[in-house]
């Protein structure tokens, strides 16, 4: 029989990044895939600002960056005719050292995860599948059945069920997905295209209730196209081809596609699953939640849960803490995956409902009111901050204590380049760290050595006050960078009472 810390089933991109975050922190880890290779075909195409701020944790965010291509401007057609173009480049300037939207396609992307598991002595376990697990109380026991049909058991503190939408570890734990599944029919396809104008940019363009999103990818006249396929069309789906599709929106947007490369329809569901956690199994990324892809949240979605999760095994893995702070990741997780699933529903359905007025809305009202509004710098960043999910906060975890100046227990701390200093720069460690802003006291010095945190200590300036930080606070930060504790005294008293009350020794 064999042991692992972590089963992991599943090696989309959520299982791929809990694998690489749970090896890094020195936990095993056995990562499984019923499937004989990556996935080929792209699905989501932006990586957010925040998955790249936390892949520097791995070292991973800069060869992302390099490999993929930040997309300069999306521009908005209706009917043909462009009604408006919003800049992409440094849109989230000053929010995060990431303030733009780079694409990078998921089948290039886990290729990518793979290869840096592989440097970290991990193998992706292929053709090898989960048909079931029992949860024993003190651990796990799943049966893994191989390619030649050999079945082993295996022996795992915990499994995380990382295994998409039609999660067999769901079902097992019997949690329910509630939700519906929306009335369009998508498709997807990898065209080489002429005449995009321009061509190096993202066009989304509506027609009626239909819409197309056309990203560039970085390689020239290489398009991903994203559309809905009208009702009339949609019965059929297995024998639909590009030809059949797609071409109303197209209209008037004088674009020939040259080749289809590929081309798939799917249908989108929204829907949040019951449970997050039961006993020893977990689930995560699109076994826990699936919505449409408006705003291209899912996969980063799933990215986020993988992080939250790995660091809190980690520390219970290693006698840091007390099982009860694998608790928190449902409490974290599941109102950000409801919050988000309402969002993009609401979205979606703006997009494509039906009607004159709908209609009117969509090509006049709508196009004319972004184009104006976003030349807002307020209204630029609000957006960035929203799809980037830098705006996502843990406010209401049992995790999250404390408020200094504006920033509370839960927050993702803010970020303060200056020409000098970026406060960013120790977030690329993987462990607890106290920030203060002013002066530390000698007693949380002595406190932080005790405890063996790092302590990150930041000359006062102007700058720190206007996002929000209090001087001489202690920002108390989790292993995944959010504030955990923010205390305006720096007390160490109150920092011990913090990780007391959590159950968190960090000197084992
Ligand atoms: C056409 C399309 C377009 C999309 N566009 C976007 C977008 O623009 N932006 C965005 O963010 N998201 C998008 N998504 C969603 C995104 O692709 C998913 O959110 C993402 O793949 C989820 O990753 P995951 O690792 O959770 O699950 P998956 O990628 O589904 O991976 C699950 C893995 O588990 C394996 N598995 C399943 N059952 C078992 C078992 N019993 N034993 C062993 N292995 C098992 C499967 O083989 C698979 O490899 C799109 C999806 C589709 C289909």
């Known amino acids: 029989m064999k042991k692992t ?4 089933i599943g090696a989309g991109p959520t299982g791929l ?13 056995r990562l499984i895939d019923k499937s004989r290779g990556p996935g080929e075909t792209s699905r989501a195409m ?5 998955t790249l701020e936390l892949y520097r944790q791995l070292g991973l965010a800069e060869a992302v960056v390099a490999a993929g291509y930040q997309t300069p401007a999306m521009n908005m057609w209706v009917q043909g005719k462009h009604k408006a173009q919003l800049q992409l480049v440094d849109a989230g300037k000053g929010i995060s050292p990431y303030p733009f939207v780079l694409v990078f396609p998921q089948d290039r992307h886990e290729r990518f995860l793979v ?5 970290l002595g991990v193998e992706v376990e292929r053709q090898t599948e989960l048909l079931s697990f029992e949860d024993k109380g003190d651990h796990v026991e799943a049966v893994l059945q191989h390619y030649d049909g050999q079945q082993e058991t295996c022996t795992a503190l915990y499994l995380a069920g990382c295994d998409g939408a039609r999660s067999l570890v769901r079902h097992q734990i019997g949690s329910g997905f509630e939700g519906g599944t929306y009335r369009q029919l998508f498709y997807v396809a990898d065209v080489v295209a002429s005449g995009v104008n321009p061509a190096n940019e ?15 990818y970085g390689q020239a006249s290489q398009y991903r196209f994203i559309g809905t396929v009208r009702d009339e069309r949609a019965e059929h789906p297995e024998s639909l081809t590009f030809e059949d599709v797609g071409h109303e929106a197209l209209t008037g947007l004088n674009i020939q596609v040259e080749q289809v490369n590929w081309f798939s329809t799917y249908r989108v569901h929204h829907r949040v699953t019951d449970y997050f956690r039961r006993g020893r199994a977990f689930l995560l990324g699109d076994a826990a939640h699936v919505h449409s892809p408006a705003g291209g949240q899912g996969m980063n979605t799933g990215i986020l849960d993988a992080i939250n999760l790995a660091w809190k095994f980690a520390a219970v893995v290693k006698g840091q803490a007390s099982a009860r702070l694998l608790d928190s990741y449902e409490v974290e997780r599941q109102a950000f995956a409801h919050k988000l699933v309402e969002t993009t529903d609401r979205l979606f359905t703006f997009a494509t409902a039906e009607g004159g007025f709908a209609d009117f809305v969509r090509g006049n009202i709508a196009p004319l009111f972004l184009g104006i509004a976003y030349k807002s710098e307020h209204l630029r960043e609000y957006l960035f901050r929203i799809i980037s999910q830098t ?7 049992p995790l999250s204590a404390g408020k200094a100046g504006d920033v509370q227990g839960g927050d993702r701390l803010p970020r303060v380049p200056l ?11 993987i462990g607890w760290q106290v920030h203060v802003y002013g002066e530390a006291n000698a007693d949380l010095q002595t406190w932080c050595t005790q405890h063996l945190i790092s302590l990150h200590v930041f000359d006062w300036q102007l700058a720190y006050h206007k996002a929000g930080l209090a001087k001489n606070a202690a920002y108390l930060l989790r292993p995944d960078t959010y504030v955990a504790l923010a205390d305006p005294a720096g007390s160490p008293a109150t920092l011990s009472r913090y990780l007391r009350e959590r159950g968190l020794n960090l000197i084992v």
Not at 115 to 119: I, P
Not at 391 to 397: A, D, F, G, V
Not at 419 to 429: G, I, K, M, Q
């Open 202 to 216: 993202a066009h989304i363009a509506f027609d009626k209730s239909e819409f197309l999103l056309m990203m560039y």
């Open 419 to 429: 020409l000098d200093v970026d406060n960013y720069a120790p977030l690329t460690e």
């Open 46 to 50: 932006v990586v957010q600002a925040r």
């Open 5 to 8: 810390d972590v089963l992991i």
């Open 391 to 397: 705006t996502l906060n843990y406010h209401e975890s």
């Open 17 to 29: 990044v809990h694998a690489l975050w749970l090896t890094k922190q020195g936990v095993t880890v």
């Open 115 to 119: 290869e840096r598991l592989q440097a």
